[in-house]
């Protein structure tokens, strides 16, 4: 997991910084990075476990880049809302959505009829 948080910080660093996209655009780039392996996944038939970790990897440089975008200051691409009020707002999102979505049952599996495997729809 190290290995992991270490290569997507350093994505993340490389795109907006060492090649000059900027935040926003590292961070629209990385959104169409992590649809890759699903697709991949899906309809080219890529081994789960591989498309899972390199989805996995792209969740870092993901988050970031659009956390640096709306924490810097304009003067450095971003939006200029500070690390501090970003880290909260996105903690107490994250904490409402911890919250919400299990209360809601969305993710537990139907009861299946006998001899059916159990579904998640």
Same mark, same amino acid.
């Given at each position: 997991m190290?290995?992991?948080?270490?290569?997507g910080?350093? &994505?993340g660093?490389l *795109?907006a910084t060492?090649m000059?996209?900027?935040?926003?655009?590292?961070?629209?780039?990385? *959104?169409? !990075? $992590?649809?890759?392996?699903?697709?991949?996944?899906?309809w080219r038939?890529?081994?789960?476990? &591989? &498309?899972f970790?390199a989805a996995?990897?792209?969740?870092?440089?993901?988050?970031?880049?659009? !956390?640096?975008w709306?924490?810097?200051?304009v003067q450095?691409g971003?939006? #200029?809302?500070? *690390?501090g009020?970003?880290?909260? #707002?996105?903690?107490?999102?994250?904490v409402?959505? $911890?919250?919400?979505?299990p209360?809601?049952? #969305?993710?537990?599996?139907?009861? !299946?009829? &006998?001899?059916?495997?159990?579904s998640?729809?």
């Open positions: 190290l290995i992991t948080f270490a290569l910080t350093a &994505a660093d *795109t060492s000059r996209w900027g935040y926003l655009v590292s961070g629209v780039v990385f *959104t169409v !990075a $992590i649809g890759v392996p699903a697709l991949g996944h899906r038939g890529w081994n789960a476990v &591989a &498309a970790w996995y990897v792209i969740t870092r440089p993901l988050g970031a880049s659009f !956390a640096d709306m924490g810097v200051s450095h971003g939006l #200029g809302w500070g *690390t009020p970003v880290t909260l #707002g996105w903690a107490a999102a994250i409402v959505l $911890i919250a919400v979505l209360a809601r049952g #969305g993710d537990r599996p139907q009861v !299946a009829a &006998a001899g059916q495997p159990p998640l729809h």
